[in-house]
């Protein structure tokens, strides 16, 4: 897959019949994790994802997430419709597959390994990632039915400033090898 330059995010118009993601990220304060894993029905997910080469004003990846000892791969690939809003296309893989588009990782990038606690809360389903180069943060993700969407947060959370737009923050940012985070 070559890079190509200049390609603009799709309009909501555009992206009217794609699949969807409408998320809003946040920097969290490190939580409690054995308050975490009180909560009813936590899950808690170690996730690997690989950023692969991909055309300019998109992003491709690939994630091994395991949960109790099973093992699932997909292959996920979004393109921006607004700082919210993006396009994800997401399709399970087999695990020779995974290991086959490894091969095709972009060389810029390390790996990024977090562990993902999945909490249900006031019906939505809030993501978060820790990972192993933060001590004292982590950050939360809630996918929404809209950008305007009011958000309750669960009271086992510390919310320290809403990262959405800051591209710092996204994952395909912190596996840059320039971040120097896993040193």
Same mark, same amino acid.
């Given at each position: ?80 419709? =607004? ?31 977090? =562990? ?30 809209? $950008?305007? $969407? ?7 959370? =510390? ?23 896993? $040193?």
């Amino acid at each position: 897959m070559q890079k190509r330059e200049n390609i603009q995010p799709l309009s909501p118009r555009e992206s009217a019949s794609l699949p969807l993601e409408i998320e809003r990220k946040y920097l969290i304060s490190m939580p409690d994790i054995d308050r975490l894993l009180s909560v009813p029905f936590c899950r808690v997910l170690q996730i690997e994802q690989i950023y692969l080469l991909s055309d300019a004003g998109e992003s491709s990846r690939i994630r091994r997430i395991e949960e109790n000892g099973s093992f699932c791969y997909f292959y996920t690939r979004k393109r921006a419709v =607004t700082s919210v809003t993006r396009i994800e296309e997401e399709d399970a893989i087999s695990a020779e597959e995974y290991r086959r588009l490894i091969l095709l990782a972009d060389p810029a990038k390390n790996p990024i390994r977090k =562990t993902r606690y999945c909490l249900p809360y006031a019906g939505k389903l809030f993501e978060i990632d820790v990972y192993p180069f933060w001590k004292k943060q982590a950050v939360l993700e809630v996918e929404l039915d809209s $950008e305007e $969407e009011a958000i309750l947060f669960p009271p086992e959370i =510390t919310i320290l400033r809403e990262v959405t737009e800051d591209l710092s923050f996204r994952n395909s940012s912190l596996a840059l090898k320039e971040n120097r985070l896993y $040193e």
